[in-house]
């Protein structure tokens, strides 16, 4: 499986920017959990948002709860991050990942093996 990423760049304060990652090798449906994380600099890599696909429900990090959207699309074999109200905390670089099977430890970065390159995204205040 490969995935990439992109849809990153430079926004001010309050704004909104859609991430887009674009699954090859596999299908989106056939791929159970799909996640977003972030790292910082200087910080850890942290979870943001996972969507199990055979259920179709959605799990966020607390910082992002309520102003972030996961979700897929089928046809063109993706997953998004819609992010609104962004925030100067929210700089990052942003991955994508995805696991075959769902696990109940959907936020910890060592359960996925299938890893995006990473797109950069900078929130001014």
């Known amino acids: 499986v490969q995935l990439q990423a992109s849809g990153g760049g430079l926004v001010q304060a309050g704004g909104s920017l859609r991430l887009s990652c674009v699954v090859s090798?596999?299908?989106?449906?056939?791929?159970?959990?799909l996640a977003w994380f972030r790292q910082a600099p200087g910080k850890e890599r942290e979870f943001v948002a996972a969507?199990?696909?055979?259920?179709?429900?959605?799990y966020y990090g607390d910082s992002v709860k309520g102003r972030f959207t996961i979700s897929r699309d089928n046809a063109k074999n993706a997953v998004y991050l819609q992010m609104d109200s962004l925030k100067p905390e929210d700089t990052a670089v942003y991955y994508c990942?995805?696991?075959?099977?769902?696990?109940?430890?959907?936020?910890?970065?060592?359960?996925?093996?299938?890893w995006g390159q990473g797109t950069q995204v900078t929130v001014s205040s």
């Open positions: 090798g596999r299908t989106v449906s056939s791929l159970d959990a």
């Open positions: 990942a995805v696991r075959y099977i769902w696990n109940v430890q959907y936020y910890s970065r060592d359960q996925y093996h299938n």
């Open positions: 969507l199990r696909r055979s259920m179709g429900t959605t």
